[in-house]
């Protein structure tokens, strides 16, 4: 029998469902390790020194739930061995996995009712009866539509013993889960379509890159490092500027063989929404995207469509030492996956109020962060890229006239160009160091009339900017001109 590939994220929680007899702890013990797995027979026989004592069930899935929570906290694959039939068993589950922000999936053991009685008499000493799994197999049925609905990432339907047999369990890491990737970097801040002050900033950090026809006549680039560096771009390729259709060929192509990463940003998640037919507004910098991307061919639009739906929210690279996050991540989000990570990572952290002109209130989560990893992201423009503790904003407003900045990675030294033309004009004045020091990501007058409100978003905690991230690192050195 040809072998079933069952993909399951590497950090996640795995709920196997279906009634006793189905096979689920066989399925366990041969796919994970014995500590990933939580049985819940296993938990009644700590109790109750018997696994089928249905008294000790209360007990004993108090005590899966608490272990459960304890292995997500510490980013652990988790396998929940119980029936898992009832909605309600489901529910309390789905919740610790939305809590930290683990992908959740769901394999179903959904046979004819012989199959499982037929197991059920071979389980010497443990038998449950015909009563038992035909209540359970009635409480699968009415909860097909609810798994249907439920908030699992992957489901597996497996409707013959032989699916599970000769099942092929596949661990996947997240997207955004690069730890093996070691560097040496070059971490580079929004580019906003500045195709000329790039392909500067990238031969300044020692890249050679070659401009060539391809047989159809579409322009083509390519990107290497003499000495292997690699460049990781902290999104928003896109908007703004007057050369984005080179920029995105440029970073494709570096993706494609190997040379770049690149995470999504709110302007290219716009612009991928606007490329599979969702209604955008075409504002804030798209105008010169859609433009632009009018002289180019369906096939090209197609191809941009199809990277962009590919790029991860975030990235975590060198064994966890190093975050890249268009917008920063706190350190609870780091390597995990779900619409609020997601959302954080683009969009940054808010007060969920907006401003006179309706732009979000972010807050400059970057001051409480006690994290190991040093976070690099942009998203808010700066005059000056500067630490506060273990993370720094690059993004110093390259597409308003200012400078496209670099960090080196593990060097931690500073690279950066002037804009050769303020392309567009910005929604705020870019921030200074001095605002930086404040709880709000706002220009400091701007923070000063919300403070003289007395709204609650003068709650949030205040540091210092420093010069380098508090470890025993090189300081952060600007090698700008």
Partial sequence: MRRRRLVIPALSLLLLIGPSG???????????????????DTFRAMIADDEADQTATREAFEILHRVAEARLRRGRLTVIDATNTRREARLPLLELARRYHVPCVAIIFDY????????????????????VIERQLAQLAANRSALLEEPFQRRYWIRKPEEAIHALVVRRPLACDRRWWHGPFDIIG??????DELVELVERLG????????????????????EGRRLLFIGDLVDRGPKIVPVLRLAMAACARGRAAIVLGNHDRKLLRYLTGHPVRIAHGLEATVEQLEAESEDFKARVRRFLQRLPHHLVLDEGRLVVAHAGLPQEYHGRDSPVVRRIALFGV????????????????????RGRAIVVYGHTPVTEAVWINRTINIDTGCVFGNRLTALRYPELELVSVAARHAYAVPPRRLLTPEDLTQSLLLPREEVERIMASETPMNEWPTSTVTSAPESGRPSATSLGA
């Fill in 190 to 195: 929004d580019v906003h379509g500045c195709f």
């Fill in 350 to 369: 808010t007060t969920g109020e907006v401003d006179e002109r309706g732009l979000p209130i972010r807050v400059n989560w970057a001051l409480a962060y």
């Fill in 207 to 226: 890249y050679r890159v070659a401009e060539r026809r391809s047989p159809s006549g579409e322009l083509e680039y390519a990107i290497a490092h003499p």
């Fill in 112 to 131: 004819p009712l012989e199959v499982y009685l037929a197991n059920d008499l071979q389980r010497v000493g443990r038998q449950v009866g015909r009563a």
């Fill in 22 to 40: 189905a096979g689920k702890s066989t399925f366990a013990r041969t796919h994970f390790r014995p500590t990933e797995v939580l049985s819940s």
